[in-house]
């Protein structure tokens, strides 16, 4: 069992800068403390799914995936099987990092234009609740192939809470009785979806009540049975099929038999001394941490503080200009050649860094995605996990909307994503989370669509440091530097790295992003330096895990109701 850390929870260290961020009197926040393995996730019956696992002598990845088949059931507008998404795996034994990527892929009859009216304008429906928004769903193929290359369990040990919560039903929580009742519109335009998330009577679950999906756990229970060959082929895969035939859509049978997991090398950076480790495309986010980090590792942020308007106006000059080169630079590197080693060189970071002046902005109308040397020949859910032989697995994945297209394919109980919007349904023109898109990132069949999800470790010594990542879109890659910065460059432990107050610029629109709880004089001072400060909704829902030689210590994000971090 975790517990809070507490001032008597473990003995006190020597204040030396070294150990200051894991142990201080003068922190503001504690974080929960484990001996021998932990599970951060943003649902609390899928967290402590994960703990049960490594509790029977599991390993990371086998609990990795007992959360994901969990999330599936407790967390419904992100947690799935009918999307997709990027795990991090690191093993202790031969101390190597494996990036798998499970993202979406557009079906075999997609084209550039397939989202543009006959004026050549996008049609935002036909990306975001249309059959034609769902991309070929590959969260269970890649849980299977985590499982079986790296884990230690069966699938039927993986996915029995999952089908038990499934069958005999959840508690509705405040948190899934406030989102049900929230997007009910989209949700509840498909019968098929609106008879599993709202009563007979068309009216709304209330917290404690309780939601059974059986349909879903006949779809889990075909996959606990004949691994992913029980969702890509025979019963699920005609369902799923047809459902999506008949709100419009074009995958076929062939689309889903013929789906592939691949297994990438992740991107690795270095910031003041610690090896960051993240994903690589079609993710954007592993290599802006990075190329943002390098940015601002020659500038002395301890000393400007946290959150200060130096310190503020540096990051947002730096984030500026990384999601530029995002939008000219990232797509799928099987279709893209995506210039990875000239956006990761610590001289082009040199390079702009030069162009940030100290207390001026720049405005996103002056910065253009960077000269490279020649190329080399929304709704999220993150988890974090690692257990006591010091594996780790950082684990993002997503239907992208909450409840992705709120179309449940009759009969199966599977929500079904509306990732085809993550593509540059027109290059230039922004997406649903406002993000500029380049050809780069244009429809086409078979191809992944970029994503922001950043699973990301942080190594010292070799071994893992900080296991972190967060959903929210657009903002997943800055929240997630934010985690990084907060814990290297400020020495706060995870919980206080986790509470702090969050920005955002993504370049374009050029508004920097700021959440309520930063301070009035510091938006002040970054208003003077010519930022145009908007407050807005809080960003991310980091679950994150740090590990020392006192014990393992997690935090689940405030941001989000009912996360839970907890260990044994």
Request: net charge negative; hydrophobic share 40%.
């Amino acid at each position: 069992m975790a517990i809070p850390l507490t001032l008597s929870a473990i003995t006190p260290l020597t204040a030396t800068a070294k150990e200051t961020s894991i142990y201080s009197h003068i922190a503001t926040a504690q974080p929960i403390w484990a001996k021998y393995g932990m599970v951060s996730s943003q649902e609390a019956l899928a967290t402590q799914a994960g703990v049960e696992i490594l509790k029977q002598g599991g390993n990371a990845v086998d609990a990795a995936v007992a959360v994901g088949f969990s999330l599936a059931v407790t967390l419904p507008r992100a947690g799935n099987i009918g999307g997709g998404g990027f795990m991090l795996v690191h093993l202790s034994e031969p101390n190597k990092t494996i990036a798998i990527d499970y993202r979406e892929m557009a079906p075999a009859k997609a084209h550039r234009d397939i989202f543009l009216d006959e004026d050549g304008n996008p049609v935002n429906k036909l990306s975001r609740e249309h059959g034609l928004a769902v991309g070929v769903p590959g969260t269970v193929m890649g849980m299977e192939l985590a499982l079986e290359k790296y884990g230690t369990m069966t699938m039927k040990q993986v996915t029995d809470a999952a089908i038990k919560m499934a069958k005999d039903g959840i508690v509705v929580t405040p948190d899934l009785q406030a989102s049900l009742s929230g997007l009910k519109r989209r949700i509840a335009q498909w019968p098929s979806s609106a008879e599993i998330f709202y009563k007979a009577d068309g009216s709304d679950y209330q917290s404690g009540e309780l939601l059974k999906q059986p349909e879903l756990a006949h779809s889990l229970s075909l996959i606990a049975k004949h691994g992913s060959k029980g969702f890509y082929q025979g019963e699920t895969a005609e369902k799923l099929v047809n459902a999506i035939q008949d709100a419009g859509g074009i995958m076929t049978l062939a689309d889903l038999k013929n789906y592939k997991v691949v297994e990438r090398e992740p991107v690795v950076g270095e910031y003041r001394g610690y090896q960051v480790v993240s994903m690589p495309p079609p993710s954007s986010g592993g290599i802006h941490i990075i190329e943002m980090l390098n940015i601002l590792e020659g500038y002395p942020i301890k000393e400007l503080g946290l959150n200060t308007a130096a310190t503020l106006h540096l990051m947002t000059e730096a984030m500026k200009r990384a999601y530029a080169d995002r939008s000219e630079y990232l797509g799928d590197p099987d279709f893209f050649d995506v210039p990875v080693n000239s956006l990761l060189s610590k001289e082009y970071a040199k390079q702009l860094a030069k162009q940030i002046a100290p207390d001026k902005a720049t405005p996103s109308s002056e910065i253009k995605p960077g000269k490279l040397a020649p190329y080399e020949s929304n709704q999220t859910t993150h988890y974090s996990v690692v257990d006591k032989w010091g594996n780790a697995v950082s684990n993002t994945y997503t239907l992208n909307f909450s409840y992705g297209s709120g179309l449940v394919a009759k009969g199966t109980g599977i929500l079904l994503n509306n990732e085809m919007d993550d593509f540059s349904a027109k290059p230039g023109t922004p997406n649903g989370y406002g993000l500029v898109g380049g050809e780069a990132n244009a429809v086409e069949a078979n191809k992944r669509p970029l994503s922001s999800m950043s699973p990301t470790i942080v190594m010292k010594d070799s071994k893992p440091y900080i296991v972190t990542g967060s959903p929210g879109g657009s903002r997943i890659i800055t929240t997630t530097m934010q985690i990084i910065m907060n814990v290297i460059d400020h020495d706060l432990n995870i919980a206080e790295a986790t509470y702090a107050p969050r920005v955002h610029h993504q370049w374009l629109p050029d508004v920097l992003r700021v959440e309520h709880t930063l301070n009035r004089d510091t938006q002040s001072l970054l208003k003077a330096k010519g930022h145009e400060v908007k407050v807005n909704n809080a960003m991310g829902s980091t679950q994150s895990i740090m590990v020392t030689e006192q014990g393992i210590f997690g935090a689940s994000d405030p941001r989000r109701a009912g996360s839970e971090t907890a260990g044994y």
